[in-house]
């Protein structure tokens, strides 16, 4: 068995206990997961890019819509394959994946059949967009607490899921690699895409998300997804990822050209100290919320530092002068989707755990704990929408205004790398592979 199959079936091992563990509590007896049907364009005849149910990515690598795995506690999870005959798309043959030693495995050529195969299941969940076919077979539909209960396992990876977010990385550090030096040889926005996904050797649809990359001002446009012409820029955000096996990676760098304004540089060369520091604190136990504060209380430092802010980092996170610079959360969980979920369940069961009302946009309210992965990517932004009540309200005087506006041509700042929790710390997952 290779280091990559052992992995799998560790991780195969894991979900038949957790899932087992979630039965047990909903009082089901089998459940089926989809990989799911395809999404067509409304009054159109083209599909979206197809993506997996995240439930059935969690069990079983192969691509492709209407596969079906039947789950019961204490037997071999049951996958049946959908191997249509097709001269309009691809299908490539299955071979011999690592995988599949872990499924009993049948093969059939329609999605009729493949749902015939299920036979006739009593207390039957099932996860998945194939409504009208889950329901003709009894089952009950995306049950909301099981779905929890599975919610809340996805956030403990195995090794099998951290090995395939590192091979992610390695792919992702090629493209921001190239990126960098297409920036600095004055590049735009679409070359430095282009130079991205070829060093990656990706296509776009083949990337988690959208890639950001936004030179100078647009670099406060925190999901910017235009590819401009234009070259030669002061400043590059660039937030992009790459996917192996379903897990994606999700980093962002900053930089600045040597013709960039110093004090904008100064602020990059901050909020890289303040991402490392960040990084540094992370260790189980400490809550995520906790970890968010202390990015707002490092960035008002900065930003008292740089004299942008002339009041001490306490009062301006009290009076919420640092949320306009940073209006983002810290950070997310990460796995086979890139905001990874759970990250505001209280509780296995699925309790809310909204976040507190001075961080309304922070993604994980939960407690660090071993085995968790997600990112932390701490922002200070000139966004004009977000500072403009800032300069009438009674805060007024405590802006360099002037600073600001000169600053604000330079966009903005985010740093993002991705942590494994272990346990007694953690392990950062993308500076080995991209150091700056
Ligand atoms: N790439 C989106 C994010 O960092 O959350
Ligand atoms: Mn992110
Ligand atoms: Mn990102």
Redo the contacts with the bound molecule.
Sequence with gaps: MTELAALFHTHIADRQRTTAEAMAQTSFEALVISSGKVYTHFADDQDAPFHPTPHFAHWCPMSGPHHVLVVRPGQRPKLIRYAPEDFWYEQSPLGNPFWAADFDLEEVGTAEEVWKRLGTLSHAAYIGNEMDRAEAAGLDLNPALLTAHLDWHRTTKSAYEVLCIEEATVIAAKGHGAARHAFLAGASELEIHHAYVQAAGIVDHEMP?GS?VALNEKGAIL?YEGKRTLRKGQVLLI???AQVRGYAA?I?RTLAAPTCDSRFSALIAGMEKIELQLCDMVKPKLPYGDLHHQGHLLIAGLLQESGILNVAPEEAVEHGLSRPFFP?GL??HLGIQ??DVAGRQGTPEGTPAPPPPQHPTL?TTRTIDADQVF?V?PGLYFIPMLLRPFRENEHKAKFDWKLIDELTPCGGI?I?DNLLVTPNGHRNLTRPHLPH
């Design positions: 998300y950001i999901h937030d992009a990822g999700d962002t983002h950070g997310h890139v905001h993604r990112t990517e985010r993002e």
